[in-house]
């Protein structure tokens, strides 16, 4: 049986990694002291619970509980300013599962925490690594905001890696999330069973014009890069009104001007673009109008264009089986309060549905905020998740 106050301890532990902030918040970016911290205490708690650790090349840290285990995780590693459920939800509710499976000789639960899950690198890149949605070496020479490479970041992990972890000794994976968004909370239900996860582009965009003295230069001589940008933004809005649906979504959230100063013309704009949907068509036309709306900015304005290498993700469908199981145990846990429900955000169940059927299941987040300070849930709704994947567990083992 599963301890949800043991669950709860060790949840509020984690925590303690990078806690920051008011509230609930955590600072724990992949690879840093605080997450790094984590995984080390996460592989003790795992080999208490007499699982196997093995941590892969990339820092994604498994407990193993042998052959046809089924894997139930998610990853520990946080936005820049996070909260304390994301990923971490998932993660602990897999050791609290693997352990009480040790404990019962209940069915074989496996459980792990993959790295940079939160994308300081790109979309979900440990899980994308360890499936082989992108090769080790193509994602070490990714950079970070502040240049840094992958390649040169993992090593604050060397000590920790085993080796490869072989997928093949796991009949299934399940990953326990927050919701992340605002619909359990307002209508009141418990829990969410995910039909389908949204596919995901994104990529860097570079304006490069001339830097400029702000006082003396006439705005008709100007290479203004963050006008640029202003006047790119504005198109694509206009552009993508007859392409995309209510559930499209698109976001500018990392800008970088240079050389960000008061009195000086930015002679460069770098930022992110990216965009989500459900359909694989819908997110090729945008790149299409982004692609066209920033060469057509550029030239009018006598910018030159450069982009990065485009990051992605496809949509998926969760497993049928897995899925019918967590829905048996939300009725059994919330009889009529929960509900199926597409994912809006990116999980590492995108990645391991090339490796084995995958499923998800939902909390609801309070005030439908995340990747904040102020994401939170109330215990007795994690607590209900943590039955229901107990109860879909048990089932799947029938
Ligand atoms: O951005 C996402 O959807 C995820 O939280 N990494
Ligand atoms: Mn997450
Ligand atoms: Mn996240």
Same mark, same amino acid.
């Given at each position: ?118 994308? @300081? ?179 009018? @304005? ?9 990051? &992605? ?10 899925? &019918? ?74």
């Amino acid at each position: 049986m599963t301890d949800p106050d043991r669950f709860l301890a060790d949840f509020h532990k984690l925590r303690s990694f990078g806690a920051a902030g008011v509230g609930k918040g955590v600072v724990r970016p992949a690879y840093g002291d605080a997450d790094v911290g984590a995984r080390q205490w996460l592989a003790s708690r795992m080999t208490e619970a007499g699982l196997r650790v093995e941590v892969d090349p990339m820092g994604n840290v498994f407990g193993l509980a042998g052959a046809g285990s089924l894997l139930v995780g998610s990853h520990s590693d946080s936005q820049p300013e996070g909260g304390w459920l994301d990923g971490a939800l998932g993660v602990i509710a897999g050791l609290e599962l693997a352990r009480a499976a040790k404990e019962t000789g209940g069915p074989p639960v496996s459980c792990v925490s993959f790295q940079d899950e939160e994308g @300081r690198w790109g979309v979900t890149t440990g899980s994308a690594v360890w499936a082989g949605n992108i090769e080790q070496d193509k994602a070490d020479a990714l950079t970070d905001h502040a240049g840094i490479a992958l390649g040169d970041a993992r090593q604050a992990m060397d000590t920790m890696v085993t080796g490869p972890v072989d997928p093949a000794q796991f009949g299934g994976f399940i990953e326990m999330h927050i919701e992340q968004g605002p619909h359990l909370d307002t209508t009141g239900e418990r829990i969410g069973v995910v039909t389908d996860i949204v596919g995901i582009r994104d990529m860097k965009v570079t304006f490069e014009g001339q830097q400029n003295h702000a006082g003396t230069t006439p705005m008709h001589l100007r290479r203004d890069a963050f006008q640029a940008l202003a006047a790119f933004n504005a198109s694509i809005e206009e552009r993508f009104r007859n392409v995309v649906t209510p559930r499209t979504v698109w976001t500018i959230g990392h800008v970088s001007l240079h050389p960000n100063a008061s009195s000086i013309v930015p002679g460069r704009a770098v930022f992110s673009m990216q965009w989500r949907d459900a359909d694989g068509d819908r997110l090729k036309r945008m790149e299409e109008i982004i692609r066209d709306t920033a060469a057509e900015v550029a030239d009018a @304005r006598g910018m030159t264009l450069s982009f990065g290498p485009m990051l &992605g993700l496809e949509p998926v469908e969760m497993d049928a089986r897995l899925r &019918g199981a967590l829905e048996t145990g939300a009725e059994e846990v919330a009889p009529a309060r929960w509900r199926r429900m597409p994912s809006g955000a990116l999980h590492d169940a995108t990645n391991v549905s090339r490796l084995m059927p995958v499923a998800m299941l939902f909390v609801p987040s309070i005030d439908g905020i995340s990747h904040a300070f102020a994401e939170d849930t109330r215990e007795e709704d994690l607590v209900a998740g943590l039955k229901v994947l107990d109860a879909a567990v048990q089932r799947l083992r029938r």
